[in-house]
């Protein structure tokens, strides 16, 4: 079918530039290469200008749920309405004014929605509106007790980094979700810093200063240092030594699958989206969800030899290149699209 004239808006209400509105860039990028007009409404401005510039895809700000439905009943007559997250779902069922629209709502959280029972049974009502939803992975999947279709997150293939720095990096939001304390417990009973390595965390949040605290009451402040945020993580990935992630109910895990991508190898809990990435892997050094010993044993393991260490982010990144591409990623969602408009 010709795509020329089909015009997808990818909706997310949001001010933030974190996994979701990522996401959202990367593949509004690639279904622009496939022929479709995209307008891309939320996420952080400059950020997402940035990572849209000289693309055809169109940005407009909003952030909030009230911005995000007046944004799309300005843009032109949309044939798919893509929502991400739950003030996006809404947005886009109270904006739908045009009958030839379908609504698409990709899940990328492991939860239901609705954080409180009278929002949880309006979704109940309202999902009715949506002509499909989209899994990031069989964990999403599993979890959101609703009907849906997997198709993997993918990300952009990347050179083959160098390992050069003896830093193991963790990128991720310093929020209590994503068990950065279980890091810093793993990091102080591992060898690493006794071996010369530091670790290094890129992210905000606003568990910041309770970790820094806690890096002291650890005995490891020394060895750790906090970056902040970081624009262009990929560069601090292509030379670090490690990757660890060790969050328990990630969706899918964005950074895991750039980290593999860069060949740098990743060290994560056994669960959540990690088993369908880089728990793919021959020999990947997974760990309990929540256990900073078991964490801390793979660290040593990691440490103790460099040419296996090495070799093992060679197989990460060859499993990226099979099976986690934005490229077919955009493919398997564009088909969901023509489903939904056939």
Known sequence: MNTRYRHVVHLTCSDAFAGVERYVSMLGLHQADQGWRVTVIGGAPAQMRQALDGSDVRFVPATTLRSGRSALRSVPSADIVNTHM???????????????SRIVSTRHFAAPRGRTPIVRAAFRLARRQFAAQIAISNFVAATIGEPS?????????????????????????????????VALAAWAASRASLKGWELHIAGEGSERERLEQLAGDLGVSASVRFLGHQHDVR????????????????GLGLSVLEAMACGLPVIASASGGHVETIGKVDGALLFPPGDAEAAARQLNVALSNDDERRNYGIRAQRLQRDSFTVRAQAKATLAIYERCLS
Do not use: W, Y
């Open 86 to 100: 739950s003030n996006a779902d809404f947005a886009g069922i109270m904006a739908s004014t045009n009958a030839r």
């Open 149 to 181: 279709s997997v198709v993997h997150t993918g990300v952009t293939d990347s050179a083959l980094g160098t390992c050069e720095q003896r830093t193991v990096l963790i990128a991720q939001r310093l929020e209590p979700e994503k068990e950065t304390h």
């Open 235 to 250: 560069r601090l990935m292509a030379k670090a030594g490690l990757f660890l992630a060790p969050t328990s109910r990630e």
